[in-house]
């Protein structure tokens, strides 16, 4: 009954739209890790909605929306969100923030800036503090949820973490941060954010056992886990179904069948290894037609054909055996008078690197426009091929195949979906 939802590459599926449309089929949805580096859009008629961290299901008022203490929370950042979803007129009476997720604070956002203008070779982070927030965490010196609300023992920990980092700063020939000013600003934000911090693994874990549907929500993709990904081009948590028990709070038999998102092509942003990376008019063709900017920091994600070794990878280690394939109507999209008059495929490499992997392609017959289908019968035979070879590569079944940004741009495929 319970399902849990995991981008199978490097983030930006799609997963937003896909969790978009399940949540209302559930009591609760979870996200389980990760941070404000993640962005999801939602676009409900002419409104869009930009999600770092609430989970998506706060659009429905019937659904619980849990802020997992598997993730790293700017509380700042998140009562900023909170508010403009309120200036929208969305109840946000049913989200509920874990009291044992950490706390992104200015200091690790000024860290991860410090190492990123820094580094020779650059991860490409989204500098919002994550790495970080984990290592602090994993370090046991973070500041978790529930702190804000204990002064002393905040002032404590604020105060010890401040003389370590401003130490570092200070050796970068950095301004070092102040206390008050981020002790006010945390503890105004503590203050609004309140009525919705609770024990969300107590509230998960009654909620199963009173057999409520649960959905779990991943971040980022299987490619940008800390131990999976192409390390150390990741981000710092563990992105796959396996941590999603873990980073709510329930047992791992909670989390229920597990559903891959896949975009039709692939993209990444931030630097590491792409196989399939397309820098040509091929991929800026995807670019613009898949309007392949990041949510979060607004920058051009890389554009690269489709990559079933890479997927097949994401396959094995996620236990995925249903997936909805995302933006199929970018690859017919016509721009001008271009479109794409073939579609590529990796389904070999030459090495078995992630970094020098020269990937073999197939080639299909590219299929023009299909944002206007709205059933599996609309779709040319050519999209149905591609579909179809993504499912006997991988050995998955594609539920869905979304053809726009819409919510009802989604396409059951009639094989397995009724
Ligand atoms: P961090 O998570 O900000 O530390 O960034 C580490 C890597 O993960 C960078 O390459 C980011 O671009 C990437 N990343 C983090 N969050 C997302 C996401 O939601 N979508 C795509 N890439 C992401």
Excluded at 157 to 172: D, G, I
Aim: hydrophobic share 35%.
């Amino acid at each position: 009954m319970n399902r849990t939802i995991v981008g199978l590459q490097w983030g930006d599926e799609g997963k937003g739209k896909v969790l978009d449309v399940l949540a209302p089929s559930y009591d609760i949805v979870v996200r389980y890790q990760g941070g404000s580096n993640a962005g999801h859009t939602v676009i409900v008629g002419q409104e869009k909605y930009v999600f770092h961290i609430i989970p998506s299901g706060i659009l429905y008022p019937g659904v619980t929306c849990v802020v997992g203490n598997g993730t790293v929370i700017d509380v700042v950042q998140l009562r900023q969100e909170i508010q403009a979803l309120l200036d929208k007129g969305v109840s946000v009476t049913n989200l509920k923030i874990s009291n044992h997720a950490h706390v992104v604070m200015p200091y690790h956002k000024k860290l991860d800036e410090i190492r990123e203008d820094r580094a020779e070779k650059k991860i490409g982070t989204t500098k919002r503090g994550i790495g970080p927030c984990y290592a602090d965490k994993v370090s046991r010196v973070g500041i978790r949820v529930e702190d804000l609300y204990n002064y002393n023992k905040f002032c404590r920990l604020l105060r010890s973490n401040l003389a370590e980092k401003n130490a570092v700063f200070e050796r970068f020939g950095e301004t070092s941060l102040k206390f008050e000013q981020i002790a006010s600003s945390y503890l105004e934000a503590a203050a609004f954010l309140e009525p919705y911090v609770e024990n969300t693994q107590v509230l998960l874990q009654k909620a199963h056992k009173a057999g409520k549907k649960i959905l779990f929500e991943g971040a980022q993709g299987i490619m940008l886990d800390i131990d999976h990904g192409t390390y150390p081009y990741v981000t710092s948590s563990s992105t796959g179904p396996a941590n999603a028990a873990n980073g709510a709070g329930v047992s791992p038999d909670a989390t229920g069948s597990i559903l891959g998102i896949v975009k039709a092509y692939t993209t990444r942003v931030g630097g590491g290894p792409f196989p399939t990376e397309l820098k040509d008019s091929a991929g800026e063709f995807l670019q613009e037609a898949g309007h392949e900017f990041g949510s979060t920091t607004g920058r051009p994600r890389r554009c690269g054909w489709l990559d079933l070794v890479q997927l097949k990878y994401a396959v094995e280690l996620s236990g995925a055996k249903d997936i909805v394939l995302t933006k199929l109507d970018v690859l017919g999209a016509v721009l001008g008078d271009t479109r794409l008059q073939e579609l590529k495929v990796a389904v070999n490499y030459s090495e078995q690197s992630w970094d020098r992997p020269d990937p073999q392609y197939i080639t299909f017959k590219g299929f023009g426009p299909i944002d206007s289908a709205t059933k599996w019968e609309d779709l040319p035979r050519e999209a149905k091929q591609y579909v179809n070879y993504i499912e006997d590569f991988l050995g998955v079944r594609v539920l869905y195949v979304s053809v726009g940004p819409q919510r009802n741009a989604l396409i059951k495929n009639p094989a397995w979906v009724a």
